[in-house]
Nanobody
Framework: QVQLVESGGGLVQAGDSLRLSCAAS????????MGWFRQAPGKEREFVAA????????YYEDSVKGRFTIFRDNAKNTVYLQMNSLKPEDTAVYYC????????????????????WGQGTQVTVSS
């Protein structure tokens, strides 16, 4: 099981960009499908984006499509979330998550699919 550590959060204005990083420890990262989730105050943790371990398959929640991009560098054991055109409603704690996948084309979109989680990084978007 890999250990995950997020970074890159911060306070930005609406329309700005941020890139979140999630560094994984362990030699099996390349076999892990990865995802990003977020949790706003008083709300449930929700799915944002997912990527297969081959990086050949990605999937996004509707509200971030066209603005966010998930990608990974298996050589660096890191998955990223590039966030453009940020909106105040994107304000949340962002978590990366991972799980072993049997196929390089699999990705997962449900919180309960994942068993490795980072500690989260705060993203605040002011209007």
């Amino acid at each position: 099981q890999v250990q995950l550590v997020e970074s890159g959060g911060g306070l930005v204005q609406a329309g700005d960009s941020l890139r979140l990083s999630c560094a994984a420890s362990g030699r099996t990262f390349s076999n892990y499908a990865m995802g990003w989730f977020r949790q706003a105050p008083g709300k449930e943790r929700e799915f944002v984006a997912a990527i297969s371990w081959s990086a050949g398959s990605t999937y996004y929640e509707d509200s971030v499509k066209g603005r966010f991009t998930i990608f990974r560098d298996n050589a660096k054991n890191t998955v990223y979330l590039q966030m453009n055109s940020l909106k105040p409603e994107d304000t949340a704690v962002y978590y990366c998550a991972g799980r072993r996948a049997n196929s390089g084309s699999y990705y997962y979109t449900t919180r309960t699919d994942y068993y490795s989680w980072g500690q989260g990084t705060q993203v605040t978007v002011s209007s």
